[in-house]
């Protein structure tokens, strides 16, 4: 597929648009739903830990509880209580792709000017390894550098960081490429703005849209990623709270206590749609003739 | 077009040669010592030399890595850490049920999420069309683990009846066999149909657009003739490229899958693998799982530029 053609009249078709997306936004109730579990979720990847009515690791007696008054979402067989063990888990279930994706999206954009930038075997280097990254289904090449770096919050971080560069800089690359050959590129270079300047200054400005676009969409797959990993067993370690964990915990007990599984399984659901409506309407927004070619109005 | 798919025919040597680099190197990136760090408890010099051997970490890493990928050329994966049996065998004994698995969920969703993508295509800004984006929206957001879980679950606390567990070999019980996998397949599926379904959808419309419909129309052909022949096979050129992309997340949905419905396939074994950190059978598990991924990449590549010839390479 031309990967240049497009990206050639992205500046363009940004300008021409204004205030456009805003105004979209407004429109888009599910955009705003969207954005609304989004904040949510944000809020408790914060603030989780210090709002829920139990300690979220604190055994009681009241073993195995169905919801009720006392505890909303039941407790589990050490009788910790499922709801405030739900809100904890946002810190590691929301905040670990977060954090993996604004460090992703960081490297991948420099690398990606770089890469546009400098050209010849750079520009090759770089791209084939990009390739090989590329190479592996993001689950399993999660699955690989766990096995390498061990799971804590820190290495999951950086595990889904890499696997979010090669995709990234991808666009970042093809936007810069398409940026760099505009006349006030050459100009700003005619007046003597040096490399750094040049990309930090006049490329990034102009490339910074479809790459915060693109980030925006794929946070739903890092969280269902990053839980993937703590149902395997390969997620951050008990007794912490983390969504995937508790839902393959909840697993051999679902037949006698099915709401263990149902809350932190909604829970993924909910955060991930939310972002997924947040992205797809923050697309839309960005590039109205892909909004026609994907939901055809 | 021949140049790009010379091009492209010439890259997968070099991107599989870096993947094994990636694959080689990376078990050594492991802090400290790997054959300590895996012994911890049974650690005795000899048991570690042994190790060190299978793994070639006593030889010099120049003359390691070309050893290991002489060895992986040739099929030869190693020797696994906790079985002692070469890594290869354990992987093409368990490739059957996976590639399977993988058959039969891109089946499902090929044969409901196209029909679904059309219909909502078809009755465009009506309720059927409105159910169908909402039923996909919300597919996309549900883990195939929680699926998984819930589908194992609720049956048999409303009905009584759960479905099947375990495993039987295709040729030892076809049906048997058939019924075990359907339902892990058509989890592993559920998630890529919602996207075949919304491209489809996409596409279709995109297509009645096109002014060679209205002709088609205007010279009096019958709706079935415009809707199959000239609609629906433009609009699927864009739905293989995804069948190929849902193809390779498919192994990493299997990964799951088999690992929850106990199937022993190649995802499970990459599970237990990571987790007993057999080092060797990580290496040929990611290999293997790499090798198949671009190796589909490259077919859907050369399909599309022969479905549509238009298509330039940049």
């Known amino acids: 597929m031309t990967a240049e053609a497009p990206a050639t009249e992205l500046p363009l ?16 109730w599910l955009g705003l739903l969207g954005g609304a579990i989004t904040a949510l979720m944000v809020a408790l990847a914060v603030l989780g830990p210090y709002v829920t009515p139990y300690d979220p690791n604190e055994t009681s007696t009241a073993v195995l509880k169905a919801p009720g008054g006392s505890h909303w979402f039941g407790t589990d067989e050490f009788g910790r209580d499922t709801f405030s ?20 999206v960081a490297a991948a954009t420099l690398l990606g000017m770089l890469s546009a930038y400098g050209g010849g075997p750079l520009d090759l280097a770089l791209q084939r390894v990009m390739d090989t990254f590329l190479s592996l289904p993001t689950l399993i090449l999660a699955m690989f550098f766990v096995a390498i770096f061990g799971a804590d919050a820190k290495n999951l971080v950086i595990v889904l960081s890499i696997a979010v560069v090669p995709p990234v800089q991808r666009v970042a690359r093809a936007s810069a490429l398409a940026v760099l050959q505009q006349p006030y590129v050459e100009a700003a270079r005619a007046v003597g703005a040096g490399p750094w300047r040049l990309l930090a200054y006049h490329v990034l400005r102009n490339i910074a849209t479809p790459i915060v676009v693109i980030s925006t969409t794929g946070v739903g797959a890092l969280i269902l990623a990053q839980a993937g990993l703590g149902f ?27 709401w263990l599984a149902l809350f932190p399984g909604g829970a993924i ?4 749609l939310g972002f997924n409506l947040l992205g797809d309407t923050l697309r839309d927004a960005w590039d109205p003739r892909l909004r ?3 939901e055809g109005s | ?18 993947l094994s680099a990636l694959v080689f190197w990376g078990i050594r990136l492991i802090p400290g010592d790997v054959v300590d760090f895996r ?10 030399q042994q190790l060190r051997d299978a793994l070639g970490l006593n030889r010099p890493l120049w003359q390691a890595y070309p050893a290991w990928l002489a060895g992986a050329l040739s099929g030869d994966l190693g020797k696994s850490f906790i079985s002692d049996r070469p890594v290869t065998s354990e992987i093409l004994e368990r490739l059957p049920v996976t590639v399977e698995l993988l058959v039969l969920s891109l089946l499902i969703q090929v044969v409901v999420g196209i029909p679904l993508g059309i219909l909502a295509a078809l009755y465009h800004r009506t309720l059927v069309d409105r159910l169908v984006l909402l039923g996909s929206i919300v597919a996309l957001a549900i883990p195939s683990f929680w699926m998984a879980t819930l589908v194992l679950t609720l049956p048999s606390l409303f009905f009584r009846w759960s479905p099947p567990f375990g495993y039987t070999p295709f040729f030892d019980d076809p049906l048997r066999n058939l019924y075990q996998f359907s339902i892990p397949a058509a989890i592993i599926g559920l998630f890529l149909t919602a996207i075949i379904l919304r491209l489809t959808r996409a596409e279709m419309l995109e297509v009645l657009r096109q002014e060679y419909i209205t002709t088609a129309r205007a010279k009096g052909l019958g ?7 000239h609609a629906l096979k433009n609009a699927l050129i864009p739905v293989v490229t995804v069948l190929g992309l849902a193809a390779g997340s498919s192994i990493a949905g299997a990964v799951i899958i088999e690992h929850i419905f106990a199937l022993p396939g190649l995802g499970s074994y990459g599970v237990d693998a990571v987790v007993r950190r057999d080092y060797t059978a990580v290496q040929g598990f990611v290999m293997v799982v790499g090798l198949a991924y671009v190796f589909l990449n490259l077919v859907v590549d050369m399909l599309y530029s022969y479905l549509n010839p238009r298509i330039k390479y940049g």
């Open chain 1, 232 to 258: 395997l067993g390969l997620g951050v370690t008990p007794p912490t709270a983390e969504w995937g964990q508790m839902l393959s915990l909840a697993r051999p007990r679902a037949l006698d206590a099915p």
């Open chain 1, 292 to 294: 026609s070619r994907l």
């Open chain 2, 223 to 229: 709706e079935r003739v415009v809707l199959l022949r």
């Open chain 2, 1 to 18: 077009m021949t140049a790009y798919l010379v091009r492209r025919l010439l890259l997968v040597p070099v991107v599989l040669l870096l």
């Open chain 2, 39 to 48: 012994l911890e408890s049974s650690y005795t010099p000899e048991r570690a």
């Open chain 1, 269 to 272: 659901s909910l955060a991930v």
């Open chain 1, 85 to 104: 063990r739900v809100l904890a888990g946002a810190r590691t279930s929301i905040s670990v792709p977060l954090a993996a994706m604004v460090l992703g």
């Open chain 1, 13 to 28: 078709a940004r300008a021409e648009a204004g205030g456009y997306p805003w105004r979209l936004l407004r429109q888009q």
